[in-house]
């Protein structure tokens, strides 16, 4: 019986269970060490609110790639659909309800171990990894409970963090009852008084979710969003058809780099896309298209840039990719523009230069685009700058210390291979620690959807079961 520990409980751990289970032929025990109270949910999924939305269409939550009708089956199944009419939005696809995918992970893990011919077993540890030692050849992971666990391989699954305080806010004002730091939790937002002046400190998808949730409260008080240029996210333009998008990733070369050559500069790749956008333009089509296509080609383009043009990407370009695409599903737009028609919501062009306690009220030191500074008082101001990375976890400066793991040169996760194995200090790719999901994003560029993180755990199955069995695993099925 091989033994595997898995960090993160959340959508990627989950899927690799789920996955290990299902494909490699061989007895397998897994302890899953995830601090909340249910696996499959993560950051992005374990909330319940009714409004909080998948971003994109249902066809779009692909778990296995090798059957991407699967959830869909389930959500007929399971009595999800007849539950939520809402979901389905006026062009006719549904845009399911986050909680949903948690519950589809739960059942769907469990359908597998009950269906396993090997007796594989997978536990839930409620726990959080926060040290590793060398114990002979084996790594040791040491919990915050004072337990250990000493797995024959250790896959990493962390995914994102809870939001950093911006750096000008002052502790006494992240301190302040007014202060919610953290819009993931949903009792915090729960508890704002409905004439409360709100300050959101960023305009993206979290901010739009937070704006739904104050919405359904029966919110009355002005709601004002700020973020240094105003991108505000895109609503969803035609809908994707997955079978496409699968047989896209699965391509030996992505389509972009095959049209304009591989190891282009930041600069090229710019003006690659430009000219593909204006070509669309000209035909009439759906800008998405080309943007897709270079999110596609992300596992190529980042690796071929230099630190300096990661640097600028992140800097400069990063939020306007963002707005690009991560969208916004057509229900959360509507109750976004229903707000800013009557008025109460206002999203600015502004940067939080300060903001501190005074009183019951937290003052924010407002400067606009032409430098105008503004100082304006609200009593609750909500961090929606979204989670940040991992790569200040304890748990892999233990990993880093041992020389087991090295951070990416930009600090977004861990250096891999083109599998997931994790680099040790030398560069060398090891057999017995991995990883998925966001900490693999310095490897492959774009790694933060269910899509890309399911499609890149079905590629590097075969690897991963050979690791354990000495055997490839026969999951290696295609696509679709
Ligand atoms: C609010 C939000 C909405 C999103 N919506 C979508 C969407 O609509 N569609 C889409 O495709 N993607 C969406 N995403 C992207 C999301 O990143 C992926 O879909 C996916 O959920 C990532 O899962 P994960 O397991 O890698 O990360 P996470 O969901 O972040 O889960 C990681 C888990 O690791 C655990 N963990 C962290 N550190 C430790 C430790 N030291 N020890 C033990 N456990 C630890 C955490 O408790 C957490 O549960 C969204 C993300 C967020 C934050």
Same mark, same amino acid.
């Given at each position: ?196 002046? +709100? ?11 937070? !704006? @739904?949730? #104050?919405?359904?409260?029966?919110? &009355? *008080? ?113 109750? +976004? ?11 600015? !062009? @502004?940067? #939080?230069?300060?903001?501190?306690? &005074? *009183? ?121």
């Amino acid at each position: 019986m091989r033994r595997i520990a898995i960090i993160g409980g959340g959508f990627t751990g989950t899927a690799v269970a789920i996955r290990l289970c299902d494909s490699v032929r061989t007895q397998l025990s897994i302890t899953i060490i995830e601090p909340r109270e249910e696996l499959g949910g993560g950051l992005a999924y374990c909330g319940n609110d009714p409004d909080h939305r998948v971003n994109g269409t249902h066809e779009l939550l692909v778990l296995f790639p090798d059957d991407i009708g699967h959830f869909a089956r389930w959500y007929e199944a399971a009595g999800a659909a007849a539950r939520d009419p809402e979901a389905r939005a006026e062009s006719g696809v549904r845009y399911v309800r986050r909680s949903d995918v948690r519950r589809y992970m739960n059942e769907t893990l469990q359908e597998t171990l009950d269906a396993n011919a090997y007796g594989s077993s997978v536990h839930h540890v409620r726990d959080r990894a926060t040290g590793a030692r060398r114990v002979n050849h084996a790594v040791q992971i040491e919990l915050a409970s004072g337990c250990t666990i000493e797995p024959d391989l250790t896959i990493l699954a962390f995914g994102g963090q809870r939001p950093s305080p911006p750096g000008t806010v002052t502790a006494e004002a992240q301190n302040h009852g007014g202060y919610v730091g953290d819009p993931f939790e949903a009792e915090a937002v729960s508890e704002i008084s409905p004439d409360n002046a +709100v300050l959101l400190v960023g305009t993206g998808l979290t901010a739009a979710d937070v !704006v @739904a949730t #104050l919405s359904r409260q029966g919110h &009355r *008080g002005s709601i004002t969003a700020i973020s240094r240029r105003g991108l505000l996210p895109q609503p969803q333009g035609e809908v994707p058809d997955v079978a496409e998008l699968m047989q896209r990733l699965a391509r030996p070369v992505p389509r972009f780099i095959e049209r304009h050559g591989e190891g282009l500069t930041l600069r090229a790749a710019v003006r690659a896309l430009r000219r593909d956008m204006a070509a669309a333009v000209a035909e009439g089509r759906d800008l998405k298209a080309p943007f897709d296509e270079v999110r596609d080609a992300a596992g190529w383009l980042w690796p071929s840039f230099t630190d300096v043009e990661k640097r600028r990407f992140l800097r400069h370009l990063k939020p306007w990719y963002d707005v690009n695409r991560y969208r916004m599903v057509p229900q959360t737009g509507a109750i +976004v523009a229903a707000m800013q028609a009557s008025g109460q919501l206002d999203f600015r !062009v @502004a940067r #939080l230069a300060g903001l501190e306690a &005074r *009183g019951t009220c937290l003052e924010a030191l407002l400067v606009g685009r032409d430098g105008t500074v503004t100082r304006e008082a609200f009593e609750t101001v909500i961090n929606c700058t979204g989670p940040k990375t991992m790569s200040d976890d304890p748990f892999i400066g233990a990993l880093s210390d041992l020389g087991l793991a090295r951070p990416d040169s930009m600090g977004l996760g861990l250096e891999v291979d083109g599998t997931g194995r994790v680099l040790d200090a030398a560069g060398h790719a090891q057999d017995a620690i991995w990883a998925f999901g966001l900490l693999t994003r310095g490897r492959f560029g774009d790694m933060t959807a269910i899509p890309q993180i399911a499609f890149r755990l079905h590629r590097s199955l075969p690897a991963l079961g050979e690791a354990l069995t000495g055997t490839q695993c026969p999951s290696s099925r295609e696509v679709i």
